[in-house]
């Protein structure tokens, strides 16, 4: 099977309000593929259908191979899942929690025991395993999360925004885990609004908007195609110099966007732009020049109005 998970036209209706307006997407075995977008695009819709929890309204949703409706229970066993909100039971320990998840997949109490172990030393989570989970901080509870989901040895691991609240180092740690995971074969859907992180790890990646996907591709694809390889970033920008400086170089290929009161200028050939802001007199005093990032294009392809 080359595809794990086959969109079609998928559509979810909350009500009247459409959620989710026929989108399309495959991502393929092995893949780490990001779906990612603003607060109430449509991300945890589109995974709670993936994970047999939500109705498809209309079009086709296949995942390994059969499709997805609730309580498709040869879906659900295949898969691990790190939902949004983390359902851990407060009063169990970490390690009850984990254990407790092997019934789910079927596995015999030995069993459980020995894989529960496994992961909470994968997680770097052993020292915390007794301890009641309400006394963990948020960072550990995700961990504790990420070890649940992986109980089942899973083919598609679902990650709805893993590392949200965690430090750096947890993050770093989390990472390598789902490297660690693709290298073994387990196909990974992820969602993060970090689009360092994304940039990191996905091969392939969807940006959702209000239930419509605007652009897809590797992140390197998106980042040339959308804006251009480098940005001048000029910070506090006068909106008035701002334009002047967008008009003297409109004859170059340069892509312009505000994020907050800084302009950017992008380009792939940027010595260019350089030259001609220098030989107009228009090139600030302070400029940072840098590569351009995801979260470029994501602020380019979904713009600067908050969400909800
Ligand atoms: N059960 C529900 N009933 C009605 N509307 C819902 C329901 N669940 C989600 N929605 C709405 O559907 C839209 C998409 O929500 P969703 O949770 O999929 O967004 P998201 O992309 O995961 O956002 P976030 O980044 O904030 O997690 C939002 O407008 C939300 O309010
Ligand atoms: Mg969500």
Known sequence: ???????????????????????????????????????????????????????????????????????????KRQLGVVSQEDYLDPSLTVRENVELHGRFYGMGYREAKSRAQELLVFLQLEEKGSEQVRSLSGGMRRRAVIARALMGRPRLLILDEPTTGLDPQARILVWRKIRELKQEGVTILLTTHYMDEAQ???????????????????????????????????????????????????????????QGDSLMLFSSDMDPVIARLQEEKLLPTQYYRRRASLEDVFLRLTGRDLRE
């Open 1 to 75: 099977m080359a595809q794990v998970i086959e969109a079609e036209h998928l559509v979810k209706r909350y009500g009247d309000f459409e959620a989710v307006h026929g989108i399309d997407f495959s991502v393929s075995e092995g893949a780490c593929f990001g779906l990612l977008g603003p607060n109430g695009a449509g991300k945890s819709t589109t995974i709670r259908m993936i994970c047999c929890l939500a109705e498809v309204s209309s079009g086709r949703l296949t995942v390994l191979g059969h499709e997805a409706h609730p309580g498709n229970l040869t879906i």
């Open 200 to 258: 990191r790890l996905a091969d392939d990646l969807v940006v959702i908007d209000h239930g419509t996907i605007l652009e897809r591709g590797t992140p390197g694809d998106l980042i040339n195609r959308v804006v251009g390889t480098e940005c001048l970033e000029i910070a506090e920008c006068d909106p008035g110099y701002g334009q002047s400086l967008v008009d003297s170089i409109q004859l170059l290929q340069v892509v312009s966007d505000w």
